[in-house]
């Protein structure tokens, strides 16, 4: 099945340790987001990238990293200059940038020990 | 001013009910407009994409009024599986990224 796939589901951090959420889609789509979400908040955008080896900075980029490499594949590193990380964490793709709408994959929640 | 607004309820409505969200932008050039349905803990899922002229999917009606810059998602005899969070989401132009309203929360009850 086409889609997009986050891992892991749950995910906790150390103090002063950096992450990596992964974020893969089969569905041939040029542009992928991260957004995270906190508690009855909506989406804010971190990065995102139009097309593969190019990345922007999202509303809220400071504390975090992405690479696209590949074209199906945009992990996100939560570093620990992100001082509040604990969020759920969602990656999504699109056709294009113009081609509109995003598909989401299901989450990464994300805590701090 | 937020760039997308959402009145984020909750709305408390019967099962059978109609009701009715609107979503306020700022940007008078945007151009491609969404609501998307979320459940508790769970990724937003798109439910329609917003026309001009407006468009309807079974017991749900969009519409999108540029004069006055919002959208309205109906939602006709309501069901109680229709209970979640509506998110709509806005193109600003011709930026390449969606905006985020907070989402309303509608709950029907029995």
């Known amino acids: 099945d086409g889609g997009i796939t986050q891992s892991p589901k749950y995910l906790f951090r150390k103090e002063g340790q950096n992450v990596t959420l992964s974020c893969e889609q089969n569905?041939?789509?040029?542009?992928m987001y991260w957004y995270r979400q906190d508690p009855g908040q909506g989406l804010r955008l971190i990065y995102y990238?139009?097309?593969?080896?190019?990345?922007q900075k999202g509303d809220i980029a400071e504390g975090y990293s992405v690479s696209r490499e590949k074209k199906e594949s945009f992990p996100l590193t939560v570093t620990s200059a992100q001082k509040n990380p604990t969020a759920f964490y969602l990656c999504?793709?699109?056709?294009?940038?113009?081609?509109?709408?995003?598909?989401f994959g299901d989450g990464t929640r994300l805590s701090i020990l | 001013r937020k760039e997308v607004e959402q009145d984020p309820g909750p709305f408390n409505v019967p099962e059978g009910a109609t009701v009715a969200f609107n979503c306020t932008y700022s940007?008078?050039?945007?151009?491609?407009f969404f609501w998307y349905r979320q459940d508790c803990r769970k990724e937003p899922k798109l439910l329609m994409s917003v026309y001009s002229s407006g468009n309807e999917d079974g017991r749900f009606t969009a519409q999108l009024n540029r004069a006055s810059q919002y959208i309205s998602l109906l939602i006709r005899d309501s069901k109680l599986s229709d209970s979640a969070t509506y998110l709509c989401?806005?193109?600003?132009?011709?930026?390449?990224?969606?905006?985020f309203g907070q989402g309303t929360t509608l709950q029907v009850k029995p």
């Open positions: 989401a806005v193109t600003p132009s011709n930026t390449g990224k969606l905006i």
């Open positions: 990238s139009q097309i593969v080896n190019d990345f």
């Open positions: 999504a793709s699109s056709e294009d940038r113009f081609n509109q709408p995003q598909h």
């Open positions: 569905l041939n789509h040029d542009a």
């Open positions: 940007n008078s050039a945007s151009q491609s």
